[in-house]
């Protein structure tokens, strides 16, 4: 049985107007996007691309977006922001009301801007994803992670869906990691170096020592008295390091002096004793192009320098002494009057330790002198060190 003209009319009435209902909606909700007056997001589905009002708090596409860690906007091609979660506004260091209906250019230097118009251009055919930086007033960038897709919509202007990651935290991490890696590896290399120089100084050291049967040992325990005298005055175990690493090669320069003076058993003519001189000038020659961390070949210079200017080579005069060579001076003095030299006996600890004393202030660093009497009370030199 067919149905009767006036009930296909009623019926073909009631469909038009359901339709013209749904689209005056959809022109409305349209509108209200394009002008940035409400959220929205479009979706493209079976039934080709929707629009969808995020007005009310409690829809599940807001729940969804709100919920994200990452940022997510809505944008026409000329970068108008018509859709925008909090999270995204928190990048741009904005409330949510400022950056809808805002221009995303605003937040992206030139360079960017190009990076970013290369992403709209190659959204449609391709994933398009770029690093970026969000710029903010008076505040350091943020790196994000940006992916656009293009969403076509017959007849209208296209819009663009971007997903924008914060990778603050993850290039944070990526550099502590890079620069642990790189620093570990640099103190490896370090210690490695560093070994094998001490190493290879430490064996000169010996050999300018076996020339002369008087004084082997005299930088070793020269070096030993440092390194108490530094540790008793409080300073750093680096720059313990330094001192006893400098003091344990304070003679290196003997290497050129003639043997027959080192081992004189008579008082040196003025010409030989310059000779000897001349070994703080040989041993600063040796060691300055060597990258010690410490001032290695300055404090072996400065050895015999005094406070009052009366040492040599260059009569420095208190605080143009380095504290190290300081140290090693008063330690030197220590161990030379305490054990035999070829042209006297051995004067004794009482008697050295009466030579700093009386020194103290004019020849010798105060606090060094006071530092070294206080390791005397329970020190001792190593006859065979």
């Known amino acids: 049985m067919q149905a009767s003209v006036p009930d296909v009319q009623t019926s073909q009435a009631a469909e038009l107007l359901r339709l013209q209902r749904e689209l005056a909606e959809a022109q409305q909700s349209l509108e209200a996007i394009l002008a940035g ?33 990452e940022g997510a906007l809505t944008l026409n091609r000329e970068g108008l922001v018509l859709y925008c979660n909090e999270r995204f506004a928190k990048m741009t260091g904005l409330p949510l009301k400022h950056v809808i209906g805002d221009n995303l250019h605003r937040w992206l230097d030139a360079s960017n801007q190009a990076s970013f118009e290369e992403l709209l251009l190659a959204a449609g055919s391709q994933p ?3 690093q970026l930086v969000l710029q903010r007033n008076g505040k350091p960038g943020v790196p994000v992670y940006v992916s656009v897709s293009k969403i076509v919509m017959p007849g209208q202007a296209d819009l663009y869906c971007v997903i924008a990651t914060d990778m603050t935290e993850h290039l944070l991490l990526e550099d502590l990691a890079t620069s642990k890696k790189m620093a570990l590896q640099a103190l490896a290399s370090s210690k490695a170096l560093e070994q094998s120089l001490e190493a290879s100084i430490k064996a000169m050291a010996t050999t300018v020592e076996a020339r002369d049967q008087y004084t082997a040992g005299h930088m070793q325990r020269v070096s030993q008295l440092s390194l108490a005298i530094a540790k ?27 043997l027959e003076i080192l081992i004189k058993p008579t008082k040196l003519s003025k010409l030989e004793y310059m000779l000897v001189q001349e070994h703080v000038n040989i041993g600063h020659d040796i060691l300055k192009n060597i990258a010690f961390p410490w001032p290695v070949a300055e404090m072996v210079y400065q050895h015999h320098e005094r406070l009052d200017g009366s040492g040599y080579p260059r009569g420095l005069k208190g605080a143009d002494t380095l504290l190290g060579s300081k140290i090693i001076a008063v330690a030197d003095v220590m161990e030379a009057m305490s054990m035999n030299r070829p042209y006297r006996f051995v004067l004794g600890q009482d008697a050295a330790l009466a030579e700093i004393k009386q020194g103290r202030g004019k020849l010798y660093d105060p606090a060094v002198v006071d530092a070294c009497l206080n390791v005397f009370k329970d020190f001792s030199f190593t006859p065979g060190a």
């Not at 409400?38 to 919920?67: C, M, N, T, W």
């Not at 313990?240 to 003091?247: D, E, K, M, N, T």
């Open 128 to 130: 398009s994803r770029k």
């Open 37 to 69: 007056n409400v959220d929205a997001l479009v979706v493209k589905g079976q039934q080709g691309e929707q629009v969808f009002s995020l007005v009310s708090a409690d829809h599940p596409y807001r729940i969804l977006l709100e919920g994200m860690s």
């Open 232 to 258: 008793d005055m409080g300073l750093s175990e680096d720059e313990q390091h330094g001192i006893g690493l400098a003091s344990s090669i304070h003679d290196v320069g003997k290497i050129g002096v003639p």
